[in-house]
């Protein structure tokens, strides 16, 4: 049974008995995480401040609810499909072909869209989409509120018990909202206190979008509202009882809405039959107090306002106090503020929006990137912290994903010929791979669970873990030594063509042997051999020669390449400078891989600093690139690169993505933990804090263990 099943209170008898990684703190943490809890004063127009559960979270406004902008409630379970086209010869998943592209002398199918299949290959990529499962907000005599009906507007996020406390005043009379969610059930539970509902001028609103999956970004807003008549919604209520429930039927899918408020009667009505809005007024009071289930099928036993809100507290606590921990507050280097500022709001949001049953998606459970969708390529710096931080607990929660994402895998791999699981990319719950050209010619998700694993065993080493990851890794490296292609020639394994690197932005069909994947196949295949050997089970001899015979790292001038090959790479405003510079994960993110030499590392290092085009890079590049100039010693630029004016993060934390991805981008929230990680553990052979010259002696750090 996974840890997070469990219940609360056996979790929390877990971490009194030290079981997930409690050290006894030196550094009082409530006292840093809380110096960052965000506050705002007017809504933002682009994030929301945000509570969760990592399965589910709740996007609010100024005002504690969604009252003025529709921020999302979403969660891993909310998906929807239209109705699959109707055209004739695309009216069944099964009539989609993809298409076969040749591929070292034979054809091999590819699930791309097929220009001849238009409609199935769309609905199949933005099938199924995640849904907003609703709006909750504020109204003032039946009327909705703006942002300049309010006054003395006042919010503040209190990271270490999960709560939002929201203050402001409408016609003269204070508001005061606190906003939490259930760490355990897709809850949120609301208490408000106000004069306003003397006179019952003050409701709450629920309202209920549709999906339709017509963008392929839905941000900062998710869900159509205009639609009413392609969605049903039905109030369900005793009116005996403090509770009601609204059942929503979007096409196939069916979901509902508990609500229970405490203490005084309330009265709740559709707003009128032509909507989806419906309108709990209470009776008269000074506080109202309610809760919002969110479910399927399984109907959470409700639970008093306040008990959530211990609950959340609890949770929040062991959060925070569990695992690594690191405090620059001591430090003078104002760089360093700003460092640990980043690191606790990603700590808060990526346990908030990045920590359920399966990968998250970019925005987490904030907006809809890609339909919702997650990348499994992305997994790894979307999760790999947890592994880095000392949270397996919450890490656990998705890596079955590789289970049960395996024998789809298997098939994907088969039917194009090869050996083992070939990983999906941009996949939904179910394991499927939305079609796309980049989609299926990435190959760097391959090697990810290695990583996972590898971490996995560094921290638990037993025959349990071996036993747990086995299969998967088994599965993964069949995959990669049949993936690659034996070079009569040269006498080497060669990767790719066709294939597209991390950076996407080559040409496929001469992309060949790609510095970063070259770098990852080695550093995969050894964590498989060694798997095999920590088992004393016989390697697969076809493993140990791809391991040992793969290609070079391309160089060329005394600089490692993007891929072999590739012409006059170092070129100004070349497209071969932009997007994601992955060619120095080679060292940093990854263990130097055999062959590698440091002496040209250094030179690609500083040529990457000279002329790559920061205005074409986002999110985890720069903390890839700290981590790459921390092994080369460079820690000064290892903090620069954090706060690299191309890499930002809100006051609430949310990383900005830019014109490529929507913000918030929480890849970038990912990747500055595990390079924060490194600076604070170092790595295999190098153990201890690489921090800058004047940060050691007042920076304090504990839980870190040396990274690969
Ligand atoms: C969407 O359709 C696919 C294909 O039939 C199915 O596997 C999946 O479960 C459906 N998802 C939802 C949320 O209806
Ligand atoms: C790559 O090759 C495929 C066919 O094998 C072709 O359809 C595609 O246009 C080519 N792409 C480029 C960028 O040359
Ligand atoms: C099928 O796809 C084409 C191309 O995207 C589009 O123009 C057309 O409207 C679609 N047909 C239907 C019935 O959705
Ligand atoms: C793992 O299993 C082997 C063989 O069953 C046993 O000899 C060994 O003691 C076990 N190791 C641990 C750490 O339990
Ligand atoms: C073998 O490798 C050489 C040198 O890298 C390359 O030029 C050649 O195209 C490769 N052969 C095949 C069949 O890919
Ligand atoms: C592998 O063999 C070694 C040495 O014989 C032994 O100590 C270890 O327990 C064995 N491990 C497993 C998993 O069988
Ligand atoms: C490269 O682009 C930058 C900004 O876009 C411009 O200022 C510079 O002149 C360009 N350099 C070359 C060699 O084209
Ligand atoms: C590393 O590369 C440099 C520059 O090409 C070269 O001078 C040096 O000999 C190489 N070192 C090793 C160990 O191969």
Request: hydrophobic fraction near 40%.
């Amino acid at each position: 049974m996974k840890l997070s099943m469990l219940l609360p209170v056996a979790l929390a008898a877990l971490f009194a008995q030290d079981v997930i990684g409690v050290i006894p703190g030196r550094i009082n943490r409530e006292e840093v995480v809380r110096r960052f809890n965000p506050k705002r004063t007017e809504s933002s127009q682009t994030t929301p401040m945000q509570v969760g559960n990592g399965d589910f979270a709740f996007g609010a406004d100024i005002t504690g609810l969604q009252s003025i902008l529709p921020y999302g409630i979403l969660s891993s379970w909310g998906w929807h499909n239209v109705s699959l086209p109707t055209v004739p010869g695309e009216t069944k998943i099964e009539d989609f072909t993809g298409l076969d592209w040749e591929t070292h002398g034979r054809l091999v199918n590819y699930n791309m869209p097929n220009p001849a299949q238009p409609n199935i290959s769309q609905w199949l990529i933005s099938n199924p989409h995640r849904l907003n499962l609703g709006r909750i907000g504020f109204l003032y005599k039946g009327l909705e509120l703006t942002e300049q009906d309010l006054f003395a507007k006042s919010q503040i996020l209190d990271l270490y018990s999960g709560t939002i406390v929201s203050t402001f005043t409408l016609r003269g009379q204070e508001v005061k909202v606190l906003t939490t969610v259930d760490p355990y059930f897709d809850v949120v539970a609301v208490e408000v206190h106000s004069q306003l509902f003397r006179d019952r001028s003050l409701s709450i609103f629920f309202d209920f979008p549709y999906g339709d999956g017509a963008n392929k970004f839905e941000a900062p807003f998710v869900g159509d509202w205009n639609v009413e008549d392609k969605h049903k919604t039905t109030l369900l209520r005793d009116k005996w009882k403090n509770t009601a429930t609204i059942r929503h039927d979007l096409d196939e899918t069916t979901y509902f809405t508990e609500v229970n408020w405490e203490g005084v009667k309330a009265y709740i009505r559709r707003q009128d039959p032509s909507c989806h809005r419906y309108i709990l007024t209470p009776g008269e009071c000074d506080a109202f107090k309610f809760t919002a289930a969110f479910f399927l099928l399984q109907r959470p036993d409700p639970k008093p306002v306040c008990e959530v809100r211990q609950s959340a507290a609890k949770w929040w606590k062991m959060y925070f106090e569990s695992g690594a921990f690191v405090d620059l507050t001591s430090v003078e280097d104002p760089r360093a503020i700003e460092v640990q500022r980043r690191v606790i709001l990603s700590q808060y949001l990526l346990a908030t929006g990045g920590a359920g049953k399966d990968p998250p998606q970019e925005s987490g459970l904030t907006n809809n990137g890609w339909y919702g969708k997650f990348h499994l390529e992305m997994y790894l710096w979307n999760s790999l912290h947890f592994a880095r931080w000392n949270k397996f607990w919450l890490l656990d929660r998705s890596t079955d994903m590789y289970e049960r994402f395996l024998d789809s895998s298997i098939i994907r791999a088969k039917d194009q010929g090869y050996e083992g699981a070939r990983w999906g990319k941009m996949s939904d719950p179910s394991g499927r791979s939305a079609p796309g050209e980049i989609n299926s010619l990435l190959i760097w998700q391959q090697p990810h669970p290695c990583y996972f694993a590898e971490l996995d065993y560094r921290a638990h080493p037993s025959n349990a873990t071996l036993k747990k990851w086995d299969k998967i890794l088994t599965a993964t490296a069949d995959f990669m030594t049949s993936y690659v292609f034996y070079n009569d020639s040269t006498g080497h394994y060669d990767l790719g063509p066709p294939l597209y690197p991390s950076s996407e932005n080559t040409n496929p069909n001469i992309t060949v042997n790609p510095t970063f994947e070259l770098a990852y196949w080695r550093f995969g295949l050894r964590v498989a051999l060694e798997w095999k050997a920590r088992q004393n089970l016989t390697v697969p001899d076809n493993w140990l020669a791809v391991a040992e015979n793969l290609a070079p790292l391309p160089v060329t001038n005394e600089l490692y390449d993007v891929y072999e090959g590739i012409e006059d790479m170092w070129k100004r405003n070349s497209t071969t400078v932009t997007d994601h510079p992955s060619l120095t994960g080679i060292y940093g993110l990854l263990p130097a891989p055999a062959g590698f030499n440091k002496t040209i590392m250094r030179s690609t290092f500083e040529m990457v600093m000279e002329r790559w085009e920061w205005e074409s890079c986002w999110g985890w590049d720069f903390p890839m690139l700290a981590m790459n100039a921390l092994k080369l010693g460079e820690r000064e630029k290892a903090v620069d690169l954090l706060l690299h004016e191309n890499f930002k993060f809100d006051e609430v934390g949310m990383p900005v993505g830019g014109e490529r991805v929507p913000t918030p981008y929480f890849p970038a929230s990912g990747a500055l933990l595990i390079s924060v990680a490194l600076m604070a553990g170092g790595w295999d052979g190098d153990k201890g804090g690489k921090w800058p010259e004047g940060w050691r002696e007042a920076v304090r750090a504990e839980g870190f263990d040396p990274s690969v």
